[in-house]
């Protein structure tokens, strides 16, 4: 069949138009389909690094909304297994013009903890030590300074939103490492300016444990130390707190299956109807064909492989777009979620689509016209 390969190259243009807007459709959809892949294996099967994965994050069970005690903090520290515990608050609050390309993650923390729990992190000597020292401190990710342009030294404003108050900071340090697209200032100088009934509250406890091996025993024992609190807490590791966020949307995995489907079943309706035309057009030239020796196998090779590679070829469009999609969203999402990139079996599967897209979509009308008898197409009038 490969000499008729020419053969088919051909029939695909014979009417361009027609070809390069099914390439298109199909492109389109299977870009879709692939930026879909990309968020699901982001979410559900993105690997967890070695620090993260020795991490543990405490909140209130009823909501993250609910704020946790200052002293849960010595107590969960008590616990066997646990190597250092930071409590955060996030403040949220207003930058400059609020713009979402200036937007970057504020928590207040304890910084002589922080560093100890986000080991990964690294932030030079000096520039630490003025950290401590300075109560307005603040200490930026690299990514953060890179994207937003904080620079050492810089002073700053942020009105609360949250929070009835509005800080002053000074850029401290700027520490490097993995997903360091984020801030830390001191939780002292925030609860200074908080009424009485706010301070001494924490937003979420960020737990480091000794080992992997004794994250599930840290959690229980945490949860276990608070059931009859007055308020009760929730340990989970940090990849399924981040998570956590995603759920509250509902079943995304759920959700984002089905539009796969129904974009897959879609684009192949449509392709089945340009492909039905095609067909029709051509039912003379089968004909012909078989006036020349092409059995009906052949002929349905033939218009079988039309199609497909048409559906390849957009597939590959489609794949390349959903690539450079995932870099895109991976720096969106930068300080809350990492790892959209095409994973590598989304290739195949999105390339195995496109594949299911042209054969499913061409299959009866090319076994309809395979199968029509010579006199029959000889006298077709198109």
Known sequence: MFKFFPLVGKNLFRNSRRTILTVLSVAAS???LGVLLTVYAAFYFRDTPADQAQRLITRHKVSLTQALPAYYGAKIESIPGVEAIAAMNWFGGIYKDNKP???FARFAVEPEQIFKVYKEFDVPPDQYQAFLDDRQGLAVGRMTADRVGLELGQRFTISGDIYPL?????VSAIFDGPDSDTTYFHKKYLDEGL???MKDMVGIYAIRT??????????RAVDAMFRNAPEPTKTETEAAFQLAFVNQIGNIKLFLLSIAGAVVFTIMLVSANTMAMSVRERIREVGVLKTLGFTSAGVLALILSEA???ALV???????GAMAAGVFLEKAAAGFFTGFRMPAWGVPVCLGASLVIGLGSSLIPAISASHTRITEALRHSG
Not at 166 to 170: A, F, G, I, Q, R
Not at 210 to 219: I, K
Not at 314 to 320: I, S
């Open 195 to 197: 009424p009485q009934g």
């Open 166 to 170: 509005d800080l002053e900071l000074t």
């Open 101 to 103: 390309e200036e937007f």
């Open 210 to 219: 000794t080992s992997v091996d004794n994250v599930g025993a840290v959690a």
């Open 308 to 310: 497909a590679l048409t």
């Open 314 to 320: 957009g597939g590959a469009l489609g794949v390349t």
């Open 30 to 32: 299977l870009f879709l």
